[in-house]
């Protein structure tokens, strides 16, 4: 069992940029494949960025490419997305999930076994 624990989201202005953390309890957090993703109202939730094991491999949706970056510490067991630049477009819930699939990188939901509570990002015009 891996609990995963989001923060970072807020209330911010367009152009303003939110560092998101996500802290799993995992023993061996470095054997997961981590991914994030978001849900805003009446819409699905979609993959946002993804990252290897290791760290030396990521993965953007296209909305988010140049944007957001995504990083991990596996001796804190955390993954982060820094979003810099957002857009009111950006507005949602935002999730982290960790596999502890084959893959180097995950971008289907179905494929992700475990899910964080998820933290709210609201971006104004």
């Known amino acids: 069992q891996v609990l995963l624990v989001e923060s970072g989201g807020g209330l911010v202005r367009t152009g303003d940029s939110l560092r998101l953390s996500c802290v799993a309890s995992a023993r061996t957090f470095s054997n997961y494949v981590i991914g994030w993703f978001r849900q805003a109202p009446g819409k699905e939730r979609e993959f946002v960025a993804g990252i290897s094991r290791n760290g030396d491999s990521t993965a953007y949706a296209d909305s988010v490419k140049g944007r957001f970056t995504i990083s991990r510490d596996n001796a804190k067991n955390t993954v982060y997305v820094q979003m810099n630049n957002l857009k009111p477009e950006d507005t949602a819930v935002y999730y982290c999930?960790?596999?502890?699939?084959?893959?180097?990188?995950?971008?289907?939901?179905?494929?992700?076994?475990?899910w964080g509570q998820g933290t709210q990002v609201t971006v104004s015009s």
């Open positions: 999930a960790a596999t502890s699939t084959w893959r180097t990188i995950v971008r289907v939901r179905g494929e992700f076994n475990y």
